[in-house]
C-alpha cells in the first residue's frame, strides 16, 4: 500500500479521510481505475494534443481554451475564460468547491505551445504519434496493442509542455469520483494560454481578476521531472527578460570579392555582439547584471547539496564532452544565464552566395534570478552596448542615422517579462504536498529551491502571496521546446497518482 | 567620332584597318546599329536571362550551354561544348577564324548564376523585368515605350553576372556584320558554367582540352565597371577558398531555462569560432595568413593611386557610416579578405524556441591575394582552429567523438578553388586592350592590377601562360550575387561598342 506511505508516517501528517471510508486506499483505487482506462485516457489526451495550439496564434488558442473549458464543466466544475483584453490569449478558470473543505488550491498549467516550425519532427506536430524512445521512435499502433508499455511515449507538441500536466489532473479527478474519494480541498484550476510567449497579459489578467484567482496555495504543474527520474517538488522559477538584436551592414547585398574588405559586415558583427555579452563558459560579460542577485540559504544550499548525481549520465545521454558553469546543473539555477536563442546572417545552404548581407540578427533571453528585474537587467544590457559602440535604435535606422553611427544596433524588447518567484520550503502547505507526493511515490520527494525555467505563475504568486509549489511529471528528456516533444507514457499514469494523491489528501 | 579617340592618338597605336575601309567609322556604324537595333537586342537578352542557371543545378546549366551554342552556331561560329567529365557543367567553346588574323583572343565569360532564394526579390529571378532603379523599381513597359531610357535596369538573375557580358558580344559581333567590319583577330569563346560554383572542374577541363582552348589574349568579361561610372580594365583576380563550419551541442535540443547555465551552446560557439578567425575591422587573426602575400609592386601602386576616389560616395549611396580596412576600396584587393558568408544557429522569427540547438555553422570565404595558396592558408585556418580547441573532424561525429572533445568542429571545404591570377599591365596585348578601349570611351580607361572577385580565368591563365585582361561593362551597382540583380541598359549599349572596339581593331 504505498499511498499510505511509509518513508514519511514518522512526520505524523493525517490522512485523508477517504482513506479509512473506501474498502480500497484511494491510491489502490486510483491505480486500479487508471489501469483499466489506460485507452480511454490516451484517446482522450491525442485529442487535446491534437489541436494546434502556438502560442502567437491566438484563434488556435481560443479554441483550446473552449475545449478545455468544455472539459472541465462535463465533470461538474464551473469554468469561465479570462482575459486581460479582448483579443488576448485567455485564461481558463475552473473552480469546484468541496463541501467542508478550508483551503483552496489553485491548480497552474498552461495549454499554449511553442512553436512547431523546427526541423527534424520525424511526426506531425498536431497528430500525436505513439513511438518507442528515441531515437529509434519506431511507431506503435498502440490501440491494436494487447497492453501499453510504459516506456513508450506519445509525440506531439505540448505533450510534456504542458497539456499532461491538464490531462493528469482530470484523469486524476475522474479516477477520484470512479472511486467515491472526495477531494480534501476546494479546487481552483487556473490554465494560462500564453506561458511559451512570455506571458505578456499574465499579469494583468490575474490583477484584474484577483479574487476570483485567490486560493491558499498555488500548485505550478509545469516543467520536467528531475534527470534521476524521482519526482521532484520545487518552490520558484527564474525570471525571464528576452531581445532581439538586428545589426546594419550596407542598404544592399554586396559581392563580398568586390566590397568584403571595405564595407563592414553585419555577420562579423552579430558574432561580435553576441561575444560581448557572454562567453563560451556562460558567463554574461555585462557589467553588474550579477549585483542584484540575492544570496543563496543555508537551506537552498542544503536541498542542492541532496539532489542525485545526474551531471554524468546527462553528459553521455547529451553527447556532450564538457558542461559550462557550475559542475552541478541545479546550481546554475541561482544566478542569471544569458542564453541566446539563435543567429541569422546571410544565406546558408542552396541559398548561400558570397554576399555581404545588408543585416543580422541574434535573440536572446535572460533567466533572470531572485533579486533582478528585467528593467534593470534591460537597462544594464543597453548601458553596456552603448559602452561597446553601439548606436541603439528601436525601428530600422534611416540614412541619416546609419550615416551618422558607425554601429547601430535595433534591440526589440520581447512583450512578456517577469521576476523570479520564491516560496519557502517549509511553510505548512509546502510540507503537506511534500508529504503527499512522497506518499504517493514512495520515497522523500526531491526538493529543488528553483527550476531554471521561467513561468507565468510568477505573476501570481507575486500578487496574490500565496505559497507555491512545483510539481512536474513529464520525462527530463520530453524535448519540450523543440522538435520531437513527447511524454513518456509512464510519466502520464504517475503523474494522475501524484495529482489523485493530491486533490484527495492535501490537509494542513 | 569618338571611335577614333582623340585622347590616345598620341600613342601613336594603328587604327583597325576596317576603320579606312567603310564609310562610315566601325564606331559610329557600330553605334547607329545598336541604336537601331536595342528592342531586338534587348528581346534576345530576355530570351537569354528567361532560362534558369543556378549553378548547382546540371540540368539548366545544360540548356544553357545548348542554346548559346546555337546562338553562335547562327552566326558562324564552330561550337563545342567541352566538359571535364560527363556530369559535369559544360563549358561553350566557339571559334571564329579571321581570315589573315595572326593573332587568336579568348574572350572569357560564364552563363552559369548564383542561387536565387534570397528574400526580398521584387520580381522573379528568370522572369526579366524591366525597371527604373532601386529602390523605386518601377515597372516599365518596355516595349511599348518609344525611346528606352539607358537609366532603366533590367531586372533577373545573370543580368549582371555575366550573361550581360555574353549578350554585349553577341550583339557586337552583329553589329559588326551588320555594318561590314571584319574581325581584327581569330576569335574564341570561352563560356563557363559552373563559376559561381568556384569552378570546380574548370582547371581539369582546361587541362584536358588545352589545344583547343589556347590564345595568344585572355579577354574576361565579368564583373562590375568602376564605381565612378568610368569603364575599367584589370589584370588579375584574387583567388578564392571557402568552407562551412559546423560545431556541435547537445545531441537532442534543450529548454535554455533547464540546462543553459549548464550545456554548452552551439550558437555562441560559433560566434566564438567566428571572431576567431577575423575581427570586425577586416583583419584575419589566423596566425600567418599575411605571409605569403606577394608586395605590392611600384606599378601596382601607381594604379590604385590613381584610381578616382568613390568611397565617400559609396559609403553614402551603401548607408554606411564606416569602412573597414584601408580606406581606399582596391586598396584592400591587394591583401587576402576572409569573409563570413552566412551564421546559422536556432531557429528565428515564428519558430523561435528558447531552446539550445544540437547544432550551428557558418560558411566563409577567403579571397587570397598573389602568392597565396588554397592549399596553404587551409593548412593555417586548421592549424589555428586547433590551437584555439577545436578538434575537426570531416562528418557528423559519432558519440565516442563527442565525449572525447569538448570542442568539435566539422569542416568541409568548398570543392572549386583558385589561386590568384596576375598579368602585367604593361605587355603589348594588355596596351592594345587598353587603347581600344580608351578610343572607344573617349578617356584614358582606368587601370585595376586586381578586381577583389575571383575568377576562373585563373585556371586558364596559370595553364596557358597568355595574357589576361579583364573587361567589365556590368553597373558596380548590379546587386550581383544578391537579390535583384540588374544590369542597367546604358551599360548593355556601352559594353556593346568596347566589346566591338576590342573585335575590329586589336592589334599588337
Given at each position: 500500500?504505498?499511498?499510505?506511505?511509509?518513508?514519511?508516517?514518522?512526520?505524523?501528517?493525517?490522512?485523508?479521510?477517504?482513506?479509512?471510508?473506501?474498502?480500497?486506499?484511494?491510491?489502490?483505487?486510483?491505480?486500479?481505475?487508471?489501469?483499466?482506462?489506460?485507452?480511454?485516457?490516451?484517446?482522450?489526451?491525442?485529442?487535446?494534443?491534437?489541436?494546434?495550439?502556438?502560442?502567437?496564434?491566438?484563434?488556435?488558442?481560443?479554441?483550446?481554451?473552449?475545449?478545455?473549458?468544455?472539459?472541465?464543466?462535463?465533470?461538474?466544475?464551473?469554468?469561465?475564460?479570462?482575459?486581460?483584453?479582448?483579443?488576448?490569449?485567455?485564461?481558463?478558470?475552473?473552480?469546484?468547491?468541496?463541501?467542508?473543505?478550508?483551503?483552496?488550491?489553485?491548480?497552474?498549467?498552461?495549454?499554449?505551445?511553442?512553436?512547431?516550425?523546427?526541423?527534424?519532427?520525424?511526426?506531425?506536430?498536431?497528430?500525436?504519434?505513439?513511438?518507442?524512445?528515441?531515437?529509434?521512435?519506431?511507431?506503435?499502433?498502440?490501440?491494436?496493442?494487447?497492453?501499453?508499455?510504459?516506456?513508450?511515449?506519445?509525440?506531439?507538441?505540448?505533450?510534456?509542455?504542458?497539456?499532461?500536466?491538464?490531462?493528469?489532473?482530470?484523469?486524476?479527478?475522474?479516477?477520484?469520483?470512479?472511486?467515491?474519494?472526495?477531494?480534501?480541498?476546494?479546487?481552483?484550476?487556473?490554465?494560462?494560454?500564453?506561458?511559451?510567449?512570455?506571458?505578456?497579459?499574465?499579469?494583468?489578467?490575474?490583477?484584474?481578476?484577483?479574487?476570483?484567482?485567490?486560493?491558499?496555495?498555488?500548485?505550478?504543474?509545469?516543467?520536467?521531472?528531475?534527470?534521476?527520474?524521482?519526482?521532484?517538488?520545487?518552490?520558484?522559477?527564474?525570471?525571464?527578460?528576452?531581445?532581439?538584436?538586428?545589426?546594419?551592414?550596407?542598404?544592399?547585398?554586396?559581392?563580398?570579392?568586390?566590397?568584403?574588405?571595405?564595407?563592414?559586415?553585419?555577420?562579423?558583427?552579430?558574432?561580435?555582439?553576441?561575444?560581448?555579452?557572454?562567453?563560451?563558459?556562460?558567463?554574461?560579460?555585462?557589467?553588474?547584471?550579477?549585483?542584484?542577485?540575492?544570496?543563496?540559504?543555508?537551506?537552498?544550499?542544503?536541498?542542492?547539496?541532496?539532489?542525485?548525481?545526474?551531471?554524468?549520465?546527462?553528459?553521455?545521454?547529451?553527447?556532450?564532452?564538457?558542461?559550462?558553469?557550475?559542475?552541478?546543473?541545479?546550481?546554475?539555477?541561482?544566478?542569471?544565464?544569458?542564453?541566446?536563442?539563435?543567429?541569422?546572417?546571410?544565406?546558408?545552404?542552396?541559398?548561400?552566395?558570397?554576399?555581404?548581407?545588408?543585416?543580422?540578427?541574434?535573440?536572446?533571453?535572460?533567466?533572470?534570478?531572485?533579486?533582478?528585474?528585467?528593467?534593470?537587467?534591460?537597462?544594464?544590457?543597453?548601458?553596456?552596448?552603448?559602452?561597446?559602440?553601439?548606436?541603439?535604435?528601436?525601428?530600422?535606422?534611416?540614412?541619416?542615422?546609419?550615416?551618422?553611427?558607425?554601429?547601430?544596433?535595433?534591440?526589440?524588447?520581447?512583450?512578456?517579462?517577469?521576476?523570479?518567484?520564491?516560496?519557502?520550503?517549509?511553510?505548512?502547505?509546502?510540507?503537506?504536498?511534500?508529504?503527499?507526493?512522497?506518499?504517493?511515490?514512495?520515497?522523500?520527494?526531491?526538493?529543488?529551491?528553483?527550476?531554471?525555467?521561467?513561468?507565468?505563475?510568477?505573476?501570481?504568486?507575486?500578487?496574490?502571496?500565496?505559497?507555491?509549489?512545483?510539481?512536474?511529471?513529464?520525462?527530463?528528456?520530453?524535448?519540450q521546446h523543440a522538435q520531437n516533444e513527447n511524454l513518456r507514457l509512464g510519466n502520464l499514469w504517475d503523474g494522475i497518482e501524484v495529482y489523485a494523491g493530491l486533490l484527495a489528501d492535501l490537509t494542513w
Amino acid at each position: 500500500m504505498r499511498f499510505a506511505g511509509t518513508l514519511l508516517a514518522a512526520a505524523g501528517l493525517a490522512l485523508a479521510s477517504a482513506d479509512a471510508a473506501g474498502a480500497a486506499s484511494p491510491k489502490a483505487a486510483v491505480h486500479a481505475w487508471r489501469q483499466a482506462h489506460e485507452k480511454e485516457i490516451l484517446s482522450d489526451f491525442v485529442a487535446l494534443l491534437a489541436m494546434p495550439n502556438v502560442a502567437t496564434n491566438v484563434a488556435d488558442v481560443e479554441r483550446n481554451a473552449a475545449y478545455i473549458s468544455g472539459l472541465l464543466q462535463k465533470r461538474g466544475f464551473k469554468a469561465q475564460l479570462l482575459t486581460a483584453e479582448p483579443g488576448t490569449p485567455p485564461s481558463v478558470l475552473a473552480e469546484l468547491k468541496t463541501p467542508g473543505a478550508t483551503r483552496t488550491v489553485v491548480f497552474y498549467a498552461h495549454y499554449d505551445g511553442q512553436p512547431i516550425g523546427q526541423k527534424g519532427w520525424i511526426s506531425t506536430p498536431f497528430e500525436p504519434s505513439m513511438r518507442t524512445a528515441l531515437p529509434e521512435a519506431r511507431s506503435i499502433d498502440w490501440k491494436a496493442a494487447q497492453t501499453l508499455n510504459p516506456d513508450w511515449r506519445l509525440f506531439a507538441r505540448s505533450a510534456g509542455d504542458d497539456k499532461g500536466s491538464i490531462q493528469a489532473l482530470i484523469s486524476a479527478f475522474d479516477a477520484l469520483k470512479a472511486s467515491g474519494v472526495k477531494p480534501s480541498v476546494n479546487i481552483k484550476l487556473l490554465y494560462e494560454g500564453e506561458e511559451e510567449q512570455g506571458s505578456p497579459h499574465f499579469a494583468a489578467l490575474v490583477a484584474k481578476n484577483l479574487e476570483l484567482v485567490r486560493g491558499d496555495l498555488l500548485i505550478m504543474g509545469d516543467g520536467p521531472m528531475h534527470q534521476s527520474g524521482k519526482q521532484q517538488i520545487n518552490f520558484g522559477n527564474r525570471g525571464i527578460t528576452g531581445f532581439r538584436a538586428t545589426v546594419y551592414g550596407p542598404l544592399k547585398p554586396l559581392h563580398d570579392g568586390h566590397y568584403g574588405s571595405w564595407a563592414p559586415s553585419p555577420t562579423v558583427m552579430i558574432a561580435a555582439l553576441v561575444m560581448s555579452l557572454r562567453d563560451d563558459e556562460g558567463r554574461i560579460l555585462i557589467p553588474g547584471v550579477y549585483d542584484d542577485v540575492a544570496p543563496i540559504s543555508a537551506a537552498d544550499r542544503a536541498a542542492l547539496a541532496a539532489l542525485p548525481d545526474v551531471e554524468t549520465g546527462l553528459k553521455t545521454a547529451l553527447g556532450l564532452g564538457r558542461n559550462i558553469g557550475p559542475p552541478r546543473l541545479a546550481d546554475g539555477y541561482m544566478a542569471p544565464t544569458l542564453n541566446v536563442r539563435a543567429i541569422h546572417a546571410g544565406d546558408d545552404g542552396p541559398n548561400a552566395a558570397n554576399a555581404i548581407p545588408t543585416e543580422a540578427n541574434a535573440s536572446f533571453d535572460f533567466r533572470l534570478a531572485p533579486g533582478e528585474t528585467p528593467r534593470h537587467v534591460r537597462d544594464l544590457t543597453e548601458a553596456w552596448l552603448s559602452h561597446e559602440g553601439w548606436f541603439i535604435v528601436r525601428a530600422a535606422p534611416d540614412l541619416a542615422t546609419r550615416l551618422a553611427h558607425p554601429k547601430i544596433v535595433r534591440i526589440d524588447w520581447d512583450e512578456g517579462a517577469s521576476i523570479a518567484t520564491e516560496s519557502p520550503m517549509a511553510g505548512p502547505a509546502a510540507k503537506a504536498v511534500e508529504a503527499s507526493i512522497s506518499r504517493t511515490v514512495g520515497y522523500p520527494v526531491l526538493k529543488l529551491p528553483f527550476m531554471g525555467a521561467s513561468s507565468g505563475m510568477a505573476e501570481i504568486v507575486n500578487q496574490l502571496k500565496a505559497p507555491m509549489v512545483g510539481v512536474s511529471i513529464a520525462n527530463y528528456d520530453d524535448n519540450q521546446h523543440a522538435q520531437n516533444e513527447n511524454l513518456r507514457l509512464g510519466n502520464l499514469w504517475d503523474g494522475i497518482e501524484v495529482y489523485a494523491g493530491l486533490l484527495a489528501d492535501l490537509t494542513w
